[in-house]
């Protein structure tokens, strides 16, 4: 179970940090994934974490102003996401491939993502 959460009106040209909470399963040696879906697009991904803290880039051009990280302390992993423009508006998921996928703990494809949390709505307006 993912839950995310930080969302929220934001000014163009600040910051947030999203979270995402899971709980019934170990997230710190899973892969967590970030994706975001904009009004009228399909949901792209942002950023993942592997089970090892490797991270993957899935949005080449946003390089540098997304970070993602992990406190595993608190089975959570953060998306922060600075000099936010107005297109960054959209609702922002994190996910995670299920507990029987042996490739659980990589990346991979977009696509192999299959255990989504609700998703938190963050709006960049002025």
């Known amino acids: 179970h993912l839950v995310e959460s930080g969302g929220g009106l934001v000014q163009p040209g600040g910051s947030l940090r999203l979270s995402c909470a899971a709980s019934?399963?170990?997230?710190?040696?899973?892969?967590i994934g970030w994706f975001r879906q904009a009004p009228g697009k399909e949901r792209e991904g942002v950023l993942c974490?592997?089970?090892?803290?490797?991270?993957?880039n899935y949005a080449d051009s946003e390089k540098g102003r997304f970070i993602i990280s992990r406190d595993n302390a608190k089975n959570t992993v953060y998306l922060q996401i600075h000099s936010l423009k107005p297109e960054d508006t959209g609702v922002y998921y994190c996910?995670?491939?299920?507990?029987?996928?042996?490739?659980?703990?990589?990346?991979?494809?977009?696509?192999?993502?299959?255990?989504w949390g609700q998703g938190t709505q963050v709006t960049v307006s002025s």
């Open positions: 974490i592997s089970g090892s803290g490797r991270i993957r």
């Open positions: 996910a995670a491939k299920s507990g029987s996928n042996p490739l659980r703990d990589r990346c991979g494809p977009t696509e192999d993502f299959d255990s």
């Open positions: 019934g399963f170990n997230s710190n040696n899973r892969a």
